[in-house]
């Protein structure tokens, strides 16, 4: 059982290193790699048998941002990493944060104000990038903040 989480493990060390170097090879020197910040993220794992339970809380996200973070650096590029919050709510076009606009079962974002369709996945990255245009911009902790009305 040992010899198996150690053959995972150098798996996962060669997929994040193989990662990290195709990102900085394909976008080259002075690139903005913006990362969420995932230091205190957990996933649910209830549902999944215990079998699957440590390979989904063993991901390593950390691997992947230092691996990528030293590399960049290398090449005169930078890594910021954001706040995750609302990245996956927000709609792109009127700025309306609604939890309940993004469908997990189909992958769809579906803004209910501005009607703005897309995938969910892809609305986290548009808000994502979004955010480091906002660090490029001065903003030293760049992160969506949702507003409240008085009532």
Sequence with gaps: ???????????????????????????????????????????????????????????????????????????QSTVVKVSPAFTSQRCPKCGLIEKTNRHHDTHEYWCNQCQYRCNDDRLGAMNIESLGQEWLNGARHPKIKKLTTAG
């Design 1 to 75: 059982m040992k010899q198996l989480a150690q053959r995972e493990n150098r798996w996962m060390t060669d997929v994040n290193h193989r990662l990290a170097k195709t990102l900085v090879t394909a976008y080259g020197s002075h690139t903005l790699y913006v990362l969420e910040d995932l230091t205190h993220v957990t996933f649910n794992t209830d549902d999944l048998p215990k079998s699957l339970r440590n390979s989904h809380r063993s991901w390593s996200f950390f691997q992947l941002e230092t691996f990528l973070t030293y590399k960049a650096q290398a090449i």
